[in-house]
């Protein structure tokens, strides 16, 4: 069993702010989870669009490959001309506290041609388009899932926290709050009453 708090004034005045502060804090972790919920909504809405978009994307890429393939042989050679990806970076934004990172690519890097065109054709120019909006598609679904993911993290903890505030502290500081004001009202009573008897007392000597 808690151990009830000593019903002194100071006790009160301390046990008063404490719930005062227990329920801002609760009213703060509310409009954050509430917060990050619309947001993870709104990306995982947005994840469905590029997830339909993306699978589509890839099976052009990949039916213009073949077409490259039947026409040019397969393009193994030609593949090692193209360099290691690194036109990806990464950054952050916080919403809420929460960091959410931010892909981006360096769409300069894309622009050049990295094979030549005397061995080359259209169908081979048209796969590696295709895979270019491939790769930025995939590059904003991972950044969106990413988000998604510490979002989910965040309003876990948020919701726990919150819980512990309505369900356990803030019940808590209400009782103390009853317990010490009942314990203070019944001194002051005893005090009053015991003032009557000593008056009482006086009058009759």
């Known amino acids: 069993m808690a151990q009830q708090a000593v019903p002194t004034k100071g006790n009160l005045m301390t046990t008063k702010k404490s719930l005062s502060l227990a329920r801002v804090g609760f009213d703060l972790l509310d409009k954050k989870r509430n917060i990050l919920i619309r947001e993870m909504m709104a990306l995982i809405d947005r994840a469905s669009e590029i997830q339909s978009t993306i699978d589509e994307s890839f099976e052009k890429a990949y039916r213009a490959l073949e077409k490259a393939n039947i026409t040019l042989g397969f393009c193994d050679e030609i593949s090692k001309t193209i360099p290691v990806e690194n036109s990806v970076k990464l950054d952050y934004r916080s919403i809420m506290g929460v960091e959410i990172p931010i892909l981006s690519i360096n769409n300069e890097e894309n622009t050049g041609l990295y094979y030549g065109l005397g061995n080359t054709n259209a169908r081979l120019d048209e796969a590696v388009a295709l895979f270019i909006k491939a790769k930025e598609l995939t590059v904003e679904l991972a950044e969106i ?37 009942d314990a203070l009202d019944e001194k002051d009573r005893e005090g009053f009453s015991r003032l009557k008897v000593i008056k009482k007392q006086k009058a009759e000597k």
């Open 145 to 181: 899932e990413n988000s998604v993911y510490r979002l989910a993290v965040s309003i876990k903890k948020t919701q726990k926290r919150a819980n512990a505030l309505k369900n356990i502290m803030i019940p808590k500081f209400e009782s103390d709050v009853k317990f010490i004001t």
